[in-house]
């Protein structure tokens, strides 16, 4: 592996671009917040790799970029954070432990995601897209009718009858079902399908075995959906061993490696800015420091692996002939369907927090989520609407008759989209926040914009000065099996060497900035049990 060759322009870009979207996914949270950073560190990659085979596929390499790295937003880690600031030493070891494992598996199927359409022929790529539209399909319905028929309230999920283990087993199961009907209407399964089958199959294998059988709970009684990302990562290399895709096998554990190390080291930065702090009566907001820490140590841990491929995958077709929705689809999912089921949150928060700005007017809500117990449609969901069907008019005139607007070259349009994304959620991010602005938000909204502002300039000059590169035929096993012995070994010793620099910068007293957890022994205050009807959800 040489790493002479990565460009340092790209992995400045991808990890100032996760940066970003990692601080905004830490305002809003959750899988829709993190494939907001997935689908811009996905893009940036791509503009400064140096590959115009590349560059054709951008829109693509930012879809399913931001799908891999949406599935770890399901993970619940806050109590894990809170372990590693733990007085208990065996808490602290658990907590850099457990937090090295859920970036890992982020970042796996992050990078699983991202790798795909680099390593894919064009027949192959186009299979993915109608699973991937019904699974989208199935998941908007099941959130509508769930909502509709059992109208759960969040704090009290533990009473509906779907609660088990505060998991995403329904929608793992409702992709499944998705990818049978593609199948059934395709009269068989193909690398589209199975995709979504070897990744829901394999949630289920994952989450019965670790936490049904074997009673593994990693933050009782919070949700066991890291049980089911790591049946995914197994279901990743699985579908790669069956289909030859070493590339994204390397792909998805060298990032995931990388993942492990920047969440915990991320962690651990944060339990160090909180020390000096206290040293030096210098205090902030370190949890989003530690969040956009995080973010670009997660663009770093993604770039050195496709730094590293990037003149080993595969040459691209530079004039492939995708179908035509599968274009609109990809562009419409990044910019339309993305931002909104992130935007819609900063509506509530307007509603919650503006005084003259009342739930309901003139007859429809604010924002209605497309949820019965919301009113359906609101104000901002006619908007979207209308935003979205102006998307998809033009894209298709753009097909029969080029815009003036947008480039002709994938380079400029790479570039666009890019520049329009970027800017599009660092508003919106900014709106959210602006509602109850203060002080202490400019470590958040304010290093948030400078990092676009430099993001937009490395995107804009960077390509220029990137040498080109081209595709090649390359059998990764060997660094496939490198990287899996390699990255065990850097798993126990950053565990340990960050368990000891811990305890050696606070002994055996409590790190502020977390409530106290104590996961082990007598004084344990981990709860055992599932909460109780009419109690809240911890």
Not at 152 to 161: A, G, L, N
């Amino acid at each position: 592996m040489d790493m002479a060759i990565i460009p340092w322009e790209m992995v400045l870009l991808c990890g100032l671009s996760v940066c970003v979207g990692w601080g905004i996914r830490g305002n809003f949270g959750h899988e829709y917040g993190a494939a907001l950073a997935g689908a811009l560190g996905a893009m940036a990659i791509v503009l400064l790799s140096g590959r115009e085979d590349w560059w054709r596929h951008v829109h693509y390499f930012a879809l399913f970029g931001a799908i891999g790295w949406s599935f770890g937003g399901s993970m619940s880690y806050m109590m894990v954070v809170g372990y590693s600031h733990s007085p208990q030493s065996l808490t602290v070891l658990y907590g850099f432990a457990n937090l090295f494992a859920i970036g890992f598996l982020w970042a796996a199927l992050g990078g699983a995601g991202t790798a795909l359409p680099a390593f894919l022929t064009q027949t192959q790529l186009s299979l993915l897209f109608a699973p991937v539209a019904a699974v989208f399909i199935g998941w908007s319905l099941q959130a509508a009718i769930i909502d509709w028929v059992l109208a759960p309230k969040r704090m009290q999920r533990h009473e509906s009858p779907l609660y088990w283990y505060d998991t995403d087993w329904v929608a793992a199961l409702v992709a499944i079902v998705a990818a049978l009907i593609v199948a059934l209407f395709r009269e068989g399964l193909d690398m589209g399908t199975n995709l979504v089958l070897y990744l829901g199959i394999s949630w289920f294998g994952g989450f019965l075995l670790l936490v049904n059988v074997c009673r593994l709970r990693m933050t009782p009684p919070r949700g066991d959906n890291w049980a089911g990302c790591v049946g995914m990562v197994i279901g990743v290399l699985a579908y790669c061993w069956r289909y030859e895709l070493s590339g994204v096998a390397f792909a998805t554990l060298m990032t995931g490696f990388g993942g492990g190390i920047a969440f915990s080291f991320g962690q651990l930065l944060k339990l160090i800015y909180i020390w000096i702090g206290n040293k030096t009566h210098w205090h902030t907001n370190w949890h989003s420091v530690m969040e956009q820490t995080q973010g670009l140590l997660f663009g770093l841990g993604i770039a050195i692996p496709f730094g590293l491929l990037v003149n080993k995958a595969p040459l691209l077709e530079t004039t492939p002939n995708f179908p035509q929705w599968t274009e609109i689809f990809a562009v419409f999912s990044v910019l339309i369907l993305l931002t909104y089921v992130n935007y819609r949150k900063a509506a509530g928060t307007w509603v919650d927090l503006v005084e003259g700005l009342p739930e309901r007017f003139f007859g429809l809500p604010v924002v209605g989520w497309f949820r019965h117990s919301r009113g359906w449609i609101g104000w901002f969901e006619l908007f979207y609407m209308g935003l979205g069907i102006a998307c998809v008019y033009l894209l298709s005139v753009h097909f029969r008759e080029p815009l003036a607007f947008i480039p002709t070259s994938w380079l400029g349009k790479g570039q666009l989209l890019f520049f329009v994304f970027i800017w599009w959620v660092v508003i919106f991010n900014f709106e959210r926040a602006l509602v109850g602005f203060s002080p202490h938000r400019l470590t958040t909204e304010g290093v948030i914009t400078l990092n676009a502002i430099i993001c937009t300039v490395l995107m804009a000059l960077g390509p220029q000065m990137v040498p080109k590169q081209t595709g090649s035929l390359f059998n990764f096993n060997d660094w496939v099996w490198q990287t899996l012995i390699w990255g065990i070994v850097v798993l126990i010793g950053t565990t340990v060497v960050f368990w000891g620099i811990k305890h050696l910068l606070y002994g055996k007293e409590h790190a502020g900035g977390a409530a106290l957890h104590i996961r082990f022994g007598s004084d344990s205050n981990a709860p055992k049990a599932k909460p109780k009807a009419g109690e809240q959800h911890p």
